[in-house]
């Protein structure tokens, strides 16, 4: 038998074989459980997380009256806003009493009305004090903002009438449809969508280097290659296996996020994406850990091959990630986006010839 050449039954036959053992594999398991929560509640995770760089994705939701210790002018206008703004105004005769509220939590936040009245001439100057809790005094800052931006427009309207020569400037605004979901959409599409598809890619990677090193390091690799199979069919068959269970998991992660409502176009150019670039990232894996043998040593060379990759994927416009983000929002012409995959797929192939090379040249070595 050649040992050089390539014996597809042999390979399908190591593939098996690795597959059946993947299943046993607890990391592995573990990380497809994550992604899978990941994907499945991806439209709660969509607002918690958008939540954290965009405040303003809250606005209009639904959330709980929060409560208002308020000190002062109890029958200003600013008052009855804040009832009538899904809020629950709680008057205080001083600041010590709200403070102490405060503290124990039993109101969310204090503000200090002063007695000046729009009629007046002074300046209303607010004193506002919010929880420590980022996420809490966001949604307080939110929740005051309109009856805030109500006060201050009637407050001006009142001041600004009796300034000389003063005339009304009409202006027409058009409003649109503005809400959160520009924020959603940005999150969804830019950061969670490619970061689902590409995680069992990073993942089948570093997979292939943990099969192929445990190999060297448990001294199985002998037995094996006693047996009528080459080196290359071992390498081969671990290979396939690890590259095709990256878009089989892209598949499930896809199917999950349209059930919580977030369409995809182009569900097949994505996957291709998908099963090109798990080549290209289990191929060089295979490289690395033929050529290193020890499991430490590869991971780490791998981690770092990954972090420079990922970082040069934001250096030009079709990195496979902007691709998959521009292919699921349809956002991309059929010839652009079939010159790009076309190059991806010719150097995904191209790394086999190195592949081959190495593994011919360390199987003289066993």
């Known amino acids: ?43 709660f995770l969509v607002v918690g997380l958008t939540s954290f760089y965009d405040p303003m994705a809250l606005q209009g939701m639904q959330m709980k009256e929060s409560k208002i210790g308020v000190i002062g002018d109890s029958e200003g206008e600013l008052f009855k806003l804040m009832k009538i703004n899904d809020l ?71 001041r600004t009438s009796r300034l000389d020569g003063y005339t009304p400037l009409e202006v027409q605004i058009i409003r649109g449809n503005k809400g959160s979901s520009s924020s959603k959409l940005e999150f969804i599409y830019v950061a969670l969508l490619p970061l689902l598809m590409f995680t069992p890619a990073f993942i089948s990677g570093g997979l292939v280097i943990d099969m192929i090193t445990e190999e060297f390091e448990r001294k199985t690799l002998e037995l ?48 291709l994406i998908v099963t090109i670039v798990s080549l290209i990232l289990v191929t060089s894996g295979s490289i690395i850990a033929v050529s290193c043998r020890e499991r430490g040593t590869a991971q780490l060379f791998y981690s770092l091959i990954l972090i420079l990759l990922f970082m040069s994927s934001y250096l030009y416009t079709n990195s496979p990630l902007n691709l998959v983000s521009r292919l699921s929002l349809d956002s991309i012409r059929g010839l652009e986006a079939f010159t790009w995959t076309a190059g991806y797929m010719c150097l995904a192939v191209l790394l086999l010839w190195p592949l081959t090379k190495v593994v011919q040249k360390q199987h003289m070595k066993v």
């Open 1 to 43: 038998m050649d040992k050089t050449k390539v014996y597809p039954k042999k390979i399908m036959s190591i593939a098996r074989r690795e597959y059946r053992g993947l299943l046993l594999e607890k990391t592995f398991m573990l990380s497809v459980l994550v992604q899978l929560f990941i994907a499945s509640f991806s439209a």
């Open 224 to 271: 094996l290659l006693a047996s009528p199979v080459s080196f290359l069919d071992i390498v081969g068959g671990k290979t396939l296996v690890a590259t095709a269970i990256a878009p089989v998991q892209s598949i499930a992660w896809i199917l999950l996020l349209s059930l919580n409502g977030i369409h995809i176009d182009n569900f097949i150019e994505i996957l």
């Open 88 to 158: 629950e105004p709680v008057q205080y005769a001083d600041f010590g009493d709200a403070y102490n509220d405060f503290y124990d939590r039993k109101i969310d936040a204090i503000i200090n009305i002063p007695n000046e009245t729009a009629e007046g001439h002074n300046l209303i100057n607010l004193d506002i004090y919010l929880p420590r809790s980022e996420l809490k005094a966001t949604i307080v800052s939110l929740q005051l903002k309109k009856p805030l931006e109500k006060f201050e427009q009637s407050v001006r309207s009142v």
